[in-house]
Antibody, heavy 128, light 107 residues
Framework: EVQLVESGGGLVKPGGSLRLSCAAS????????MGWVRQAPGKGLEWVGL??????????DYAAPVKGRFTISRDNSKNTLYLQMNSLKTEDTAVYYC???????????????????WGQGTLVTVSS | SYELTQPPSVSVSPGQTASITCSGN??????VSWYQQKPGQSPVLVIY???KRPSGIPERFSGANSGNTATLTISGTQTMDEADYYC??????????FGGGTKLTVL
C-alpha cells in the first residue's frame, strides 16, 4: 500500500524558512517522480513543483510563485522527499501535499505528469 | 499564463448524470486529469490522460476532452460523489495548471 506522510509544517514569520518532509513507502521511491501541491485555506489546488527520479536526471520544475525561494530535493536512501521553503510570504500559507507523479510522453515527445497518490498534507502558516 | 475555467457549482439528483466542464484554449490538444476532494480529505485522482480511470475508481466516472472543453461525467451519481472536483492540465508556459474547482452537490 502506497503511503506518503508529510511533516514539518507549522507557524513561521514572514521572511522565515521551513523544511517539509515526506516519508514514502509501499513503492519504489527511487524510480518515482514526486511532486508538491498546496491548497490555501478555502481555496483550490496549486502546483508547487516536481523532482524527477535520479535515473531521469533528478531535475526539478517549479511554479512561478515559488521559483527561486523553494527547493525540492530527495534522499532515496531514506525514501524521503523534501521541500525547503525560504523567504516565506503570507500568501504561502496553505496545506502542502506530497504526491507521486507518474509521467508519460505526449505526441510531441514532451513529458507530462499527473498526481496519483497524495499524502494527508501538512499545514504551513506564515504570519507575524 | 494558461487558465482552466470550471463552473463554481453543479447540482444533480441522485441516480442522474452529472457533467462537470473544464475550459481552456485548445484544451483538447492537452492531456487532462481530474481530482475529487471531499471535505477535510486529500484529493483523489479519478481520471488521467483524458479518459483513463485509476484502479479502484468506479466505472460511473468517465472523461472526455475535445476542442476547448474537457468534461468529467458521473453516471448514476451517488450521494458519496458529493465533493469538489478539479481539472488539471499541462501548458508549456505555466507547466502544471489546475482549474478553480467545482462543488458537486447531490440532492
Amino acid at each position: 500500500e502506497v503511503q506518503l506522510v508529510e511533516s514539518g509544517g507549522g507557524l513561521v514569520k514572514p521572511g522565515g524558512s521551513l523544511r517539509l518532509s515526506c516519508a514514502a513507502s509501499g513503492f519504489t521511491f527511487s524510480n518515482a517522480w514526486m511532486g508538491w501541491v498546496r491548497q490555501a485555506p478555502g481555496k483550490g489546488l496549486e502546483w508547487v513543483g516536481l523532482i524527477k527520479s535520479k535515473t531521469d536526471g533528478g531535475t526539478t520544475d517549479y511554479a512561478a510563485p515559488v521559483k527561486g525561494r523553494f527547493t525540492i530535493s530527495r534522499d532515496n536512501s531514506k525514501n524521503t522527499l523534501y521541500l525547503q521553503m525560504n523567504s516565506l510570504k503570507t500568501e504561502d500559507t496553505a496545506v502542502y501535499y506530497c504526491t507521486t507523479a507518474p509521467y508519460f510522453y505526449d505526441s510531441s515527445d514532451y513529458y507530462r505528469y499527473y498526481f496519483d497518490y497524495w499524502g494527508q498534507g501538512t499545514l504551513v502558516t506564515v504570519s507575524s | 499564463s494558461y487558465e482552466l475555467t470550471q463552473p463554481p457549482s453543479v447540482s444533480v439528483s441522485p441516480g442522474q448524470t452529472a457533467s462537470i466542464t473544464c475550459s481552456g484554449n485548445k484544451l483538447g490538444d492537452k492531456y487532462v486529469s481530474w481530482y475529487q476532494q471531499k471535505p477535510g480529505q486529500s484529493p483523489v485522482l479519478v481520471i488521467y490522460q483524458d479518459t483513463k480511470r485509476p484502479s479502484g475508481i468506479p466505472e460511473r466516472f468517465s472523461g472526455a476532452n475535445s476542442g476547448n472543453t474537457a468534461t468529467l461525467t458521473i453516471s448514476g451519481t451517488q450521494t458519496m460523489d458529493e465533493a469538489d472536483y478539479y481539472c488539471q492540465a499541462w501548458d508549456s508556459s505555466t507547466a502544471v495548471v489546475f482549474g478553480g474547482g467545482t462543488k458537486l452537490t447531490v440532492l
